[in-house]
């Protein structure tokens, strides 16, 4: 790389010579870190121009920086911070004389939430097990290059560059009023709908417009480890219901819930999918009991076992369910595109607020998924990922069973990971760093987990981004772990 020639400017109060300044501007930016060997400055010429002093000046300051071993000449090509120059020093961090009490000064605290660990350089591990990752072997990266580049294009100009202020891709908005809503039984007309960064901010924004610290949320748990740090940013009053093989029960929702959070589809983590009779036994209780629900459609598409149950949405004649759906899920997670579908004076709420936050999501990447989505790309992909997942869930069931793996959860729909349990005296926040060292990834529970008595115990284990041959190896090491741990645990009891 080269050092751009703004980087250089004089300082009217040095004491000492315009040649000593320049050494001394290259030297410090040498020893500071900012300048690395093998880079290269501007030319004498360049450089002389730029500070309005003559070249001569700067040709020999170079050549007295040439001398000490900070710079090299290259002949005709320039000059070069050398291989050779002195190092930074290794110094501790500089207090910045910050005096601001900031235990006193920040009203609202964001942070300290348990959150599932996801390393950025998941890839390097051997065995991934890791939720919601691309796998790159099934991901159509050359399609959606295509549509990358055709939404670049002069004619969708406008869509690229124009501040949308409030407003969302027109054509996004068709697809997923004609194509994939009508595939969850659900109709909606374009002004119910509404884009958002994801899933997670289709959440945020619908708690933040329906609940305050005076009403009550009801949700799931084990949850979504995001929509409880959502929920406790509203300050309402939460009340977590323990779920079970057939997700939320709808006879333990308290009366006085305002809203309730839910996944029918997959829940998660468990993936647990709640039967027919109790998705209309919920929408009964909220007539009766006058609250509405949040439906997160969690990997409907991932059902590869059976045919995906109704929405439950689809089955609400009375306006209680906002239907939450993603993108990012079903393509890839650095995407970050949603929807939210509910009635218009909801969404005109919900838009006002993702308004005056982010004005919309940005329109190169609406126009990209509008074009992959009508094209056909979408569909492609997900029978691929359906193919691919039934293939790696069939290794998973054998190598389960094979080395003694309890599931916990009851994934009888598909989906892309396992809840599991582990047995008693095995800590699985324990248990998932030392299978770091075996080059290993498992989600451990607390993040998903409301009560401590049970975080422990259970972890999940995903199929998205793990090929079908890692899965046997990757599960041997697991039950190899589990069985040392409790051997351990004997021995100390």
């Known amino acids: 790389m080269a050092i751009a020639v703004e980087t250089f400017f004089l300082d009217p109060s040095f004491d000492g010579t315009l040649q000593k300044q320049i050494q001394q501007m290259v030297a410090a930016g040498?020893?500071?870190?900012?300048?690395?060997?093998?880079?290269?400055?501007?030319?004498?010429?360049k450089l002389a121009e730029h500070l309005g002093i003559s070249r001569i000046?700067?040709?020999?300051?170079?050549?007295?920086?040439?001398?000490?071993?900070?710079?090299i000449s290259q002949g005709r090509s320039g000059y070069y911070v050398s291989e050779n120059a002195p190092e930074p020093p290794q110094v501790a961090t500089l207090s910045?004389?910050?005096?601001?009490?900031?235990?006193?000064a920040i009203g609202n605290r964001f942070s300290g939430a348990i959150q599932v660990d996801k390393p950025l350089d998941w890839r390097r591990y051997k065995y991934p097990f890791l939720y919601g990752q691309v796998d790159p072997h099934t991901f159509d990266r050359q399609n959606w290059r295509l549509c990358a580049v055709r939404a670049l294009g002069q004619r969708d100009f406008d869509s690229l560059t124009a501040d949308q202020v409030d407003q969302d891709d027109p054509q996004l908005l068709e697809f997923i009023t004609r194509h994939t809503l009508p595939r969850r039984g659900i109709l909606a007309s374009p002004d119910e709908i509404l884009i958002t960064v994801g899933a997670q901010n289709a959440l945020w924004l619908t708690a933040q417009v329906l609940l305050t610290q005076r009403r009550t949320a009801t949700h799931e748990d084990p949850v979504y480890p995001g929509l409880r740090q959502i929920l406790r940013q509203t300050r309402c009053h939460r009340v977590p219901i323990t779920v079970d093989k057939d997700g939320l029960p709808p006879d333990l929702v308290p009366p006085e819930t305002d809203v309730v959070f839910c996944t029918p589809s997959h829940h998660c983590p468990t993936t647990a999918t709640m039967p027919l009779a109790n998705r209309q036994e919920l929408l009964r209780r909220a007539a009766k009991d006058d609250f509405l629900m949040v439906e997160d459609d969690y990997e409907f598409e991932m059902s590869f076992l059976k045919p995906p149950s109704p929405a439950l949405k689809s089955l609400d004649e009375d306006g209680r369910v906002i239907y939450a759906g993603s993108f990012s899920k079903s393509l890839f997670p650095g995407l970050r595109l949603g929807y939210l579908v509910g009635p218009k004076p909801f969404i005109r709420e919900a838009r006002a607020l993702r308004t005056s936050v982010l004005r919309h999501p940005p329109g190169h990447m609406q126009r990209t998924a509008a074009y992959f989505l009508s094209q056909g790309h979408y569909d492609a992909l997900i029978r691929r990922l359906k193919l691919a997942f039934q293939d790696r869930r069939t290794a998973m069931d054998k190598a389960i069973a094979e080395y003694g793996l309890e599931v916990a959860g009851s994934p009888s729909f598909g989906g892309s990971s396992l809840w599991m349990r582990a047995p008693d005296g095995v800590d699985t926040v324990a248990l998932s760093e030392r299978l770091r060292d075996r080059s290993v990834l498992i989600e451990p529970g607390p993040a998903f987990c409301e009560r401590d008595d049970r975080n422990a115990k259970h972890y999940r284990l995903a199929y998205s981004s793990i090929t079908t041959p890692q899965i046997a190896p990757g599960i041997a090491l697991i039950a190899k772990e589990i069985e040392a741990m409790r051997s351990e645990h004997k021995l100390a009891s």
């Open 30 to 45: 040498i020893l500071s870190g900012r300048f690395k060997p093998g880079e290269k400055l501007p030319s004498s010429r």
């Open 57 to 71: 000046t700067v040709t020999l300051a170079y050549n007295e920086l040439i001398a000490d071993d900070y710079l």
């Open 96 to 104: 910045s004389g910050d005096t601001v009490d900031w235990s006193k």
